[in-house]
């Protein structure tokens, strides 16, 4: 059965880091992504990595996120430094068989970390 569990997420303040880490477990995915959904907001990409460390990000999270992976553990990792406000959302990660952004071509999800972040 696949499964995918996602940690490390939490309340900090606006300026501060946190980081993310999803583990998929039953099989390995060519492409590991993470979407957010905020109140109110429809669900966004916010990066993907593909098995050989092609990455894509969503312009309002570059410079501040990274997105990395480690093959042997089939987790992906999402670094996200200076969160701000905005960031606020419930982050799921993704697996999926190529580098999009488009939601519809996962196949697999986690069931989400909530990320708050306050002023």
């Known amino acids: 059965q696949v499964q995918l569990v996602e940690s490390g997420g939490g309340l900090v303040q606006a300026g501060d880091s946190l980081r993310l880490a999803c583990a998929a477990s039953?099989?390995?995915?060519?492409?590991m992504g993470w979407f957010r959904q905020a109140p109110g907001k429809e669900r966004e990409f916010v990066a993907a990595?593909?098995?050989?460390?092609?990455?894509s990000y969503a312009e309002s999270v570059k410079g501040r996120f990274t997105i990395s992976r480690d093959n042997g553990r089939n987790t992906v990792y999402l670094q996200m430094n200076s969160l701000n406000v905005e960031d606020t959302a419930v982050y799921y990660c993704?697996?999926?068989?190529?580098?999009?952004?488009?939601?519809?071509?996962?196949?697999?999800w986690g069931q989400g970390a909530q990320v708050t972040v306050t002023a």
């Open positions: 993704a697996a999926g068989p190529s580098l999009t952004l488009a939601a519809s071509e996962y196949s697999d």
């Open positions: 039953g099989r390995t995915f060519t492409t």
């Open positions: 990595i593909t098995w050989v460390g092609s990455t």
